[in-house]
């Protein structure tokens, strides 16, 4: 008996859609590992990054408090030689 090749896929398709394989299901105790290991490196990298961002954020207030404090001595100074 001919099948035409569209409809014979299409059967395919529907009984592939509605028949759920048990194989697909598992997931071993492999995979469960390897979601802790993605886990915790996202958490390390996250927590690393906000580490970086705060170190540079410091790096900067104190760069510009010292620039504003060696400015504040020079004025004074300045003043100073004035009189």
């Known amino acids: 008996m001919f099948i035409n090749k569209n409809l014979k896929y299409k059967i395919l398709f529907f009984i592939f859609l509605l028949l759920p394989f048990p194989i697909f299901a598992y997931a071993g105790p492999g995979s469960a ?36 404090l060696s400015n504040n001595k020079k004025i004074k100074k300045t003043k100073s030689k004035k009189k």
Request: glycine residues 2%; proline residues 0%.
């Open 33 to 68: 590992i390897g979601i802790l290991i993605v886990l915790i490196t996202v958490i390390l990298a996250f927590f690393s990054s906000v580490i970086f961002k705060l170190i540079a954020l410091f790096k900067l207030i104190f760069n510009r408090l010292r620039i504003i």
